[in-house]
């Protein structure tokens, strides 16, 4: 790897790694299903440590329940969010195409709950819609949504009516004035603010299924915070985001590395974080670029 960047951040997240197969998310950690996922992203980005990642993707096909789903921890069955990133891991990988369908079949017929459209509630956006929880049986929000439409779009099944129905839920959920935060635009009548790093991850996920004219505010909003961002997942959501649509900042590499030497300051980043840094580093698109696809939008 010949940026000493990214081969540092490699280094760093090889000693996350554990020896039975995947990845804790702190020193001396226990087995994370979330930062064992990250991690085999960010490697195969970079396309190092081929062995690592293949044990990674045995130790989640090892996590992954019956019924598809791939949870936190098996102390806690029913958050099960990590399953879109399960999918992502085993993208391109012959030998986890069972597990992979199965962990796709889990999201399309899961969703979070739902309500009458009619009801009005304090947050005045459609309940009725379908996108995907953090846990099972609990409402839907921008995050595990988010992560839901980009799965199974790298998997081919973009124009599945769930991902266009998660689709259409996002952007009922949009802030007033661009952006998007965990998932209200409004709450008792007030204006919610966006983030930077939901921006981010809602941009990657619309990319290629909405036209760009529809989400300029976002687009601004995200290119006017970026600027400032040099926290790792704040800055690696949104240089991802940005760069789904073609928008990567031509001086992200010097805001990613002041974002590395900020560790001296804050302390050893975990591995999601150093696993973020890395896909930031390493893609100029959007998470769907690891696997060599296009996320710029249709025309329109």
């Avoid at 081969?7 to 790694?17: C, D, Q, R």
């Avoid at 991850?201 to 006017?224: F, H, I, M, R, V």
């Avoid at 991802?240 to 805001?255: D, Q």
């Amino acid at each position: 790897m010949s940026d000493p960047l990214i081969s540092g951040a490699i280094e760093a997240l090889k000693k996350k790694s554990l020896r039975e197969g995947g990845f804790a998310n702190a020193d001396q950690g226990n087995y994370r299903t979330d930062a064992t996922a990250w991690a085999i992203l960010a490697l195969t980005a970079s396309g190092a440590e081929p062995e690592l990642v293949h044990l990674g993707r045995q130790r989640l096909a090892a996590s992954q329940l019956p019924d598809g789903r791939v949870c936190i921890s098996p102390e806690h069955p029913k958050v099960c969010w990590p399953t879109p990133l399960a999918i992502l891991a085993w993208h391109k990988s012959p030998a986890h195409q069972a597990a992979l369908s199965r962990a796709s079949q889990f999201l399309l017929n899961s969703s979070g709950i739902v309500f009458d459209p009619t009801t009005k509630g304090p947050d005045e956006h459609n309940p009725s819609l379908k996108g995907w929880p953090w846990v099972a049986g609990t409402y839907a929000w921008i995050d595990p949504t988010a992560l839901g439409i980009i799965a199974l779009k790298a998997t081919g099944q973009g124009s599945h009516p769930r991902v266009l129905e998660a689709r259409g839920l996002i952007l009922d959920r949009q802030c007033l004035h661009g952006g998007w935060n965990y998932g209200n635009r409004l709450v008792y009548g007030a204006e919610l603010r966006p983030m930077p790093e939901n921006t981010g991850l809602a941009l990657d996920a619309l990319a290629g299924l909405t036209p760009k004219a529809s989400l300029e505010a976002g687009l601004n909003y995200l290119q006017s915070r970026v600027q400032g961002l040099r926290t790792p997942l704040a800055l690696a959501f949104s240089l991802l985001g940005l760069g789904a649509w073609g928008e990567r900042p031509a001086a992200a590499p010097s805001w990613l590395a002041e974002c590395w030497q900020l560790q001296d300051q804050l302390g050893g980043y975990d591995t999601t974080a150093i696993a973020l840094f890395i896909l930031a580093s390493s893609l100029s698109g959007g998470l769907g670029s690891i696997f060599g696809q296009e996320s710029y939008p249709p025309p329109g």
